[in-house]
């Protein structure tokens, strides 16, 4: 099975700063099409998942563009550019190249 | 607008048997993979499994595989998980979620963008 790896598990941010989280696979998930299936999903508090972004890098319908994925190797990282009180929740990165899909530990995004 | 509605659930003891129904609208169902999603209390979230849009390709997590059935009415637009002999560690809440895009083939399937989600139904497996 393919091990995803979040880090960090916690992360205080203060509104209107920059906040990344990164996430590292086992295993390589890049596809022959040349995508990497890597999704990242937000869990607000008390709410069902919501994806963000998919493909690594692709901006889910009606996620605001301060938020940004990158890709390197099996290495991913998500960017927020400025952090709103909106944003708090437990962030995600999942795998889906192969069969048993896979999440991150998660990482939970509080305001300072 | 697209949405997944979820029911079933409930409390029951452990051995018996629970079935889940996912009802979409609003997409086009019939072209879209399909998998189920459970988060235990206080934990992170758990791949349960996929069904194909047409159901000839599915798979399951190990820790439910033998016990847990998914499968799929394109008439209805419903997908379901029939979970039998059900354990204190099936206890979670379960989502379903439509897949932007899911392709099968061999015995692997790949998927993207896992949107939207169903609400959540909660499992409660105690004696």
Redesign the interface.
């Known amino acids: 099975d393919i091990v995803m790896t979040q880090s960090p598990l916690s992360l205080p941010v203060t509104p209107g700063e920059p906040a990344s989280i990164s996430c590292r696979s086992s295993q390589s998930l890049l596809?022959s099409n040349g995508?990497n299936?890597l999704?990242w999903?937000l869990?607000k508090p008390g709410q069902?998942?919501?994806?963000l972004l998919?493909?690594a890098s692709t901006r889910?319908?009606g996620v605001p563009d301060r938020f940004s994925g990158s890709a390197s190797g099996t290495d991913f990282t998500l960017r927020i550019s400025r952090v709103e009180a909106e944003d708090v929740g437990?962030y995600?990165c999942?795998q889906?190249?192969?069969?048993?899909?896979?999440?991150?530990?998660?990482t939970r995004l509080e305001i300072k | 607008q697209v949405q997944l509605v979820q029911s079933g659930g409930g409390v029951v003891q452990p051995g018996r048997s629970l079935r889940l129904s996912c009802a979409a609208s609003g997409f086009t169902f019939n072209i879209h993979g399909m998998h189920w999603v459970r988060q235990a209390p206080g934990k992170g979230l758990e791949w349960v499994a996929i069904t194909s849009y047409d159901g000839r390709h599915k798979y399951y997590a190990d820790s439910v595989k033998g016990r847990f059935t998914i499968s799929r009415d394109n008439s209805k637009n419903t997908v379901s998980l029939e979970m039998s002999n059900l354990r204190p560690g099936d206890t979670a809440v379960y989502y379903c979620a439509k897949a932007t895009s899911t392709y099968c083939r061999g015995n692997n399937c790949y998927s993207s963008g896992f949107d939207p989600w169903g609400q959540g139904t909660r499992v409660t497996v105690s004696s």
């Open positions: 596809h995508y299936y999704d999903y869990q069902s998942p919501q994806l998919y493909l889910a319908s437990v995600y999942m889906a190249l192969q069969t048993p899909i896979t999440f991150g530990q998660g």
